[in-house]
T-cell receptor, first 109, second 112 residues
Framework: KQEVTQIPAALSVPEGENLVLNCSFT??????LQWFRQDPGKGLTSLLL?????REQTSGRLNASLDKSSGRSTLYIAASQPGDSATYLC????????FGAGTILRVKS | NAGVTQTPKFQVLKTGQSMTLQCAQD?????MYWYRQDPGMGLRLIYY???????DKGEVPNGYNVSRLNKREFSLRLESAAPSQTSVYFC???????????FGPGTRLTVL
């Protein structure tokens, strides 16, 4: 069964810390992997898309890596800010897009 | 560009009532999707449409029907709502599978 797991389920850090969110998946035959941000009561905002042939993608303070052989991706957030507080979702495109349950991030000022 | 829009934003139904959730995109995307999001279960695919005129079942299609009205619009219908269908429903679109998906703001549905 195609599954996506995100660890940790929740994370609380002080402002300014660098942090890593983890995503693992069960099948290495993927098309791409997408990281989303979801604010409470809102929709999903796409942060980064990594194609299966790529190793990483960067956007501002965000960097996402992909290791297909080990079935892992990480989202690195540099110099975290209170505005980064949200739920972060990892989604892997197998024959369909499969989502992890998310990591709830709280950045304290 | 409005991106992906959904109506209504909120809806309360009684068990057995029917309703249609509307979705439209203005990005000229070929593919469209309907997901539901439940606490602790992430998002799950209900139905998708790879192109105008085609629809396919996703992971949790029971109790739902869809219509790809044209390239812009993809609707989701609940024929006889049940409390188990209480959820947040998201519509998404992409240029073509398996490309990047863009999501609408969601419809929060409560079935009493």
């Amino acid at each position: 069964k195609q599954e996506v797991t995100q660890i940790p389920a929740a994370l609380s850090v002080p402002e300014g810390e660098n942090l890593v969110l983890n995503c693992s998946f069960t099948d290495s035959a993927i098309y791409n992997l997408q990281w989303f941000r979801q604010d409470p009561g809102k929709g999903l905002t796409s942060l980064l898309l990594i194609q299966s042939s790529q190793r990483e993608q960067t956007s501002g303070r965000l960097n996402a890596s992909l290791d297909k052989s080990s079935g892992r991706s990480t989202l690195y957030i540099a110099a975290s800010q209170p505005g980064d507080s949200a739920t972060y979702l990892c989604a892997v495109m197998f024959d369909k897009l499969v989502f992890g349950a998310g990591t709830i991030l709280r950045v304290k000022s | 560009n409005a991106g992906v829009t959904q109506t209504p934003k909120f809806q309360v139904l009684k068990t057995g009532q029917s309703m249609t959730l509307q979705c439209a995109q203005d990005m000229n995307h070929n593919s469209m999707y309907w997901y539901r999001q439940d606490p602790g279960m992430g998002l799950r695919l209900i139905y998708y449409s790879a192109s105008e005129g085609t629809t396919d079942k996703g992971e949790v299609p029971n109790g739902y029907n869809v219509s790809r009205l044209n390239k812009r619009e993809f609707s989701l219908r609940l024929e006889s709502a049940a409390p188990s269908q209480t959820s947040v429903y998201f519509c998404a679109s992409s240029g073509s599978r398996p490309n990047e998906q863009f999501f609408g703001p969601g419809t929060r549905l409560t079935v009493l």
